[in-house]
């Protein structure tokens, strides 16, 4: 049995689609709403990203547990701290699994970036340090944000803040990338 071809939108579609829903339902309605769309456009989306794929990538897997745990403990405790916490959880969980894999020297960043980027054994390492740095340092950001500044200055740090700093960062992490980049044959060089 082949893996299906997903267009190229799907990708960002899934990865995307709950936090802009979750944004939207804020707008119009408040946090408990979205919280409840969050969750339902989480379970959507993977569903449409293991349809289309026939696979759930494990940064899908970890975000979406979290997301329906967190989303129901604010929803049943009728508490919003606990979805305010949620992108905390999800940042150290992937610090505390880079760390672990810098340590033993596995760069995990590399079984889950491995098909799309590749490079060689240093570069893994250095990508897997500055990550787990990078998520970590985004852990306590949110913490600093949420307890420290109103509802929806949070939501737009959430949407804007974490998104755009997740980008930057990763941009700025391409000299790293092509410094160690590996040429398959055939490509040019």
Known sequence: MTTPTAPKWIKPAVEFGPLVVFFIA?????LRVATGVLM?????CVAIGYWTTRKISPMQRVTAVVVLLFGTLTLVLHDNS????????VQAL??????????LRRPTLQYV?????????SGWRQLT????IFFT???ILNEIIWRNFSEGFWVNFKLFGIVGLTLLFSLAQMPLMKRHMIETPGEPG
Do not use: Q
Request: overall charge positive; charged content about 20%; glycine content about 6%.
């Open 26 to 30: 804020f707008k119009v309605y408040d």
């Open 40 to 44: 339902a456009a989480t379970v959507v």
């Open 82 to 89: 606990y979805v305010k916490m949620k992108p905390t959880v």
């Open 94 to 103: 992937f610090a505390i699994v880079l760390f672990g894999g810098a340590i």
């Open 113 to 121: 970036l491995g098909e799309a980027l590749k490079l060689n054994d």
């Open 129 to 132: 340090w500055r990550y787990a």
């Open 137 to 139: 340092c985004m852990a």
